[in-house]
């Protein structure tokens, strides 16, 4: 998609990752294909339901089976599976009462996660993003990389409502002005755009540092 989208078609080769934890990604597929993260319904009894409940209601029905042994089945693990463990750490097994009314299963999932996610007062976040460009000019072989830093200050001002909420607030000024005639969903791709947010991003101290030396050979 990304080649698509930014014009990268005589590109050789591109890769794009994000690093987790292991199991991560495999454990909030588990959310996905149950269909926890539909946001388009309302849950019927969703403020009686359990952390349990909410999870056996998108499981088939059986006298003999627990909602353990039913969602292994149905995903299809082994018994010593790592991905169970990860999901009872979660707490989707507890027999707590969620509280919330006329709730979505997002809404749900979130209130779950939330418990076990939420940043502690003495916590701090960071962001880390990192590009590596090699390009060949005048027959010679570069190597351009560009990294950026964002640390947070505690619970509440994170670098993820710093990196979000900056360039929201300075896009939405940027359209009151006028400098944005642009409207609908729009992907930051011209020029118009995206210098003047990431000059001002600069200035609240968001931004990328970098650096373009010479090489012999291309490594990945």
């Known amino acids: 998609s990304y080649v698509e989208v930014y014009g990268l078609h005589d590109v050789k080769t591109l890769y794009r990752g994000?690093?987790?934890?292991p199991g991560f990604s495999r454990?909030?597929?588990?959310?996905?294909?149950?269909?926890?993260?539909?946001?388009?319904?309302v849950m019927e009894g969703s403020e009686t339901m359990t952390n349990r409940d909410f999870v056996n209601s998108f499981?088939?029905?059986?006298?003999?089976?627990?909602?353990?042994?039913?969602?292994?089945?149905?995903?299809k693990l082994d018994q010593d599976d790592r991905l169970m463990?990860?999901?009872?750490?979660?707490?989707?097994?507890?027999?707590?009462?969620?509280?919330?009314?006329?709730?979505?299963?997002a809404q749900m999932l979130q209130h779950i996660l939330?418990?076990?996610?939420?940043?502690?007062?003495?916590?701090?976040?960071?962001i880390v993003m990192w590009h590596k460009v090699g390009f060949v000019k005048n027959g010679k072989k570069f190597v351009t990389e560009s990294?950026?830093?964002v640390k947070g200050d505690d619970q509440e001002n994170t670098a993820m409502s710093k990196t979000v909420g900056y360039t929201l607030a300075i896009a939405t000024r940027m359209i009151l002005e006028n400098r944005i005639t642009e409207r609908g969903v729009l992907l930051p791709l011209s020029k118009g755009v995206y210098e003047p947010v990431l000059e001002e991003l600069k200035?609240?101290?968001?931004?990328?540092?970098?650096?373009t030396y010479q090489v012999e050979e291309f490594t990945t």
């Open 18 to 21: 994000t690093l987790r934890k």
């Open 27 to 41: 454990s909030w597929d588990v959310f996905v294909q149950l269909g926890m993260t539909d946001d388009s319904y």
């Open 59 to 75: 499981l088939p029905f059986s006298l003999r089976d627990n909602v353990e042994l039913k969602l292994r089945a149905m995903l």
């Open 85 to 105: 463990q990860k999901l009872q750490w979660l707490g989707i097994f507890d027999k707590i009462v969620i509280g919330l009314k006329n709730a979505t299963p």
């Open 114 to 126: 939330e418990q076990k996610w939420s940043m502690r007062p003495d916590d701090k976040d960071m």
């Open 147 to 149: 990294s950026m830093v």
């Open 203 to 211: 200035k609240n101290g968001i931004a990328f540092n970098e650096k």
